[in-house]
């Protein structure tokens, strides 16, 4: 069975969900806490897989479903954090995006 194809390691989603949480930024942390769902069910598909499964066919059929879903969802995210101009490298949000969500939060 083939293996999911990670760009993110599931210590770096965590990093994003929490610098997007601090700053109030749901949008990246939404797409990284997806990912680390689709990294269980892929690996819960996996297991049941490597058991022999009587229904073997149901779980690759999960399984190849979920890889293409998080492929996707890790160029989304890879897409989101260049658009808003996150340092790619130590995973936080800039400088800018911050003070753009405090005035929004005093403006509240």
Sequence with gaps: MDHLLIRYSNQQLEDIIEEALIYMCACPS???EELLRLRKVFAYQSNCI??????????????DSTRKAHAELEQC???????????????KM????RELRQKTIDQE
């Design 30 to 32: 939404q797409v990284a």
């Design 50 to 63: 490597s058991k022999g499964s009587v229904l073997e066919e149901v779980h690759h059929r999960i399984a």
């Design 77 to 91: 995210l890879d897409d989101v954090l260049r658009i808003e101009g996150w340092d790619l490298q130590t995973l």
């Design 94 to 97: 800039p400088a800018g995006l």
